[in-house]
């Protein structure tokens, strides 16, 4: 698969949610103090994604 969520620690020692497409990093998320927190943040996104409006700046 091309694309992926993956969870990483970062250089503050938070749980990072990164979506990936051919280990390429697209987007990620605020830290978080535990993996759990990182985990529902992964949820949110695909449960809410789906449905968000798109947004264009002139």
Do not use: D, Q
């Not at 992926?4 to 749980?15: L, P, Q, T």
């Not at 390429?24 to 978080?32: K, P, S």
Request: charged share 30%; hydrophobic share 45%; aromatic share 12%.
């Amino acid at each position: 698969m091309a694309h992926k969520f993956v969870i990483e620690k970062n250089k503050a020692g938070e749980f990072v949610a990164k979506f990936k497409y051919n280990a390429e990093v697209i987007f990620w998320t605020e830290g978080y103090s535990s993996r759990a927190n990182a985990r529902n943040a992964i949820e949110s996104i695909l449960k809410n994604g789906p449905a968000a409006p798109v947004e264009e700046a002139e």
